[in-house]
T-cell receptor
Framework: GAVVSQHPSWVICKSGTSVKIECRSL??????MFWYRQFPKQSLMLMATSNEGSKATYEQGVEKDKFLINHASLTLSTLTVTSAHPEDSSFYICSALLSSGDGAFFGQGTRLTVV | QQQVKQSPQSLIVQKGGISIINCAYENTAFDYFPWYQQFPGKGPALLIAIRPDVSEKKEGRFTISFNKSAKQFSLHIMDSQPGDSATYFCAALSGGYQKVTFGTGTKLQVIP
C-alpha cells in the first residue's frame, strides 16, 4: 500500500510553545490530507481537511488559529500546534487520500505531551 | 451523529478461533468500506476494503462480508492469532472520498 510518513513520532514541549508536525506521502501525490486527534481508547476525531494550495477546512469546534495547517505541496502537509497547553496533549495522526479513491493511508502518529 | 456504528466494543477470542466485528452505516452515499488495524502508539493501517458491488472479499485470514440492503458489513478473522490483538476500526467513505467516517473501534484480544 501507499506510504505516509509522519514526523516526529513523539514530542514533549513546554506550555506556551509551538510544535510542528509533518505529514508526507512518500510514493504518491496527495491533493487531500486529513488531520486527526485520538484520545486514549477512543476513535479518531477529524480535526481538519487539508487541500494542497488552499486553506484547510476545519471541523466544528476546532480552533483554526490554534491548529495551523499548511499544505504547500502535493506530498507535504504540516500541523502546527500554537501556544500549546497541557490539554493539547494527545495523539495526532495524519492521513492522505489516494486520488483514485482507493482508500486513505495513515501516518504513524505523533504523541504530543505538553508540560 | 454517529454515522457508522461498530460492535462489540471489546472482544476476547482464543487462539485459532474466529473473530467477528460488525458495523452498520446510515448514509447510503457511502461507497467504500475499509477496515483498519491499529496497534498501541501507532497509526491505523489499512487491512482490507470492499465496495458495495460485491458481497464478500477475502484476503488471507481476513474476510469482509457486506450486506447492502441491511447497510451492514463485518470483518471476520479466521484462525485468530495473538499477533492479531489490536484495535480494529471500520470506516466508510462517500463519492469524492472527501472524509473518512470511522466506527468507534473494537479492541480485540486473542489469548493463547
Amino acid at each position: 500500500g501507499a506510504v505516509v510518513s509522519q514526523h516526529p513520532s513523539w514530542v514533549i514541549c513546554k506550555s506556551g510553545t509551538s510544535v510542528k508536525i509533518e505529514c508526507r506521502s512518500l510514493d504518491f501525490q496527495a491533493t487531500t490530507m486529513f488531520w486527526y486527534r485520538q484520545f486514549p481508547k477512543q476513535s479518531l476525531m477529524l480535526m481538519a481537511t487539508s487541500n494542497e494550495g488552499s486553506k484547510a477546512t476545519y471541523e466544528q469546534g476546532v480552533e483554526k488559529d490554534k491548529f495551523l495547517i499548511n499544505h504547500a505541496s502535493l506530498t507535504l502537509s504540516t500541523l502546527t500546534v500554537t501556544s500549546a497547553h497541557p490539554e493539547d496533549s494527545s495523539f495526532y495522526i495524519c492521513s492522505a487520500l489516494l486520488s483514485s479513491g482507493d482508500g486513505a493511508f495513515f501516518g504513524q502518529g505523533t504523541r504530543l505531551t505538553v508540560v | 451523529q454517529q454515522q457508522v456504528k461498530q460492535s462489540p466494543q471489546s472482544l476476547i477470542v482464543q487462539k485459532g478461533g474466529i473473530s467477528i466485528i460488525n458495523c452498520a452505516y446510515e448514509n447510503t452515499a457511502f461507497d467504500y468500506f475499509p477496515w483498519y488495524q491499529q496497534f498501541p502508539g501507532k497509526g491505523p493501517a489499512l487491512l482490507i476494503a470492499i465496495r458495495p458491488d460485491v458481497s464478500e472479499k477475502k484476503e488471507g485470514r481476513f474476510t469482509i462480508s457486506f450486506n447492502k440492503s441491511a447497510k451492514q458489513f463485518s470483518l471476520h478473522i479466521m484462525d485468530s492469532q495473538p499477533g492479531d490483538s489490536a484495535t480494529y476500526f471500520c470506516a466508510a467513505l462517500s463519492g469524492g472520498y472527501q472524509k473518512v467516517t470511522f466506527g468507534t473501534g473494537t479492541k480485540l484480544q486473542v489469548i493463547p
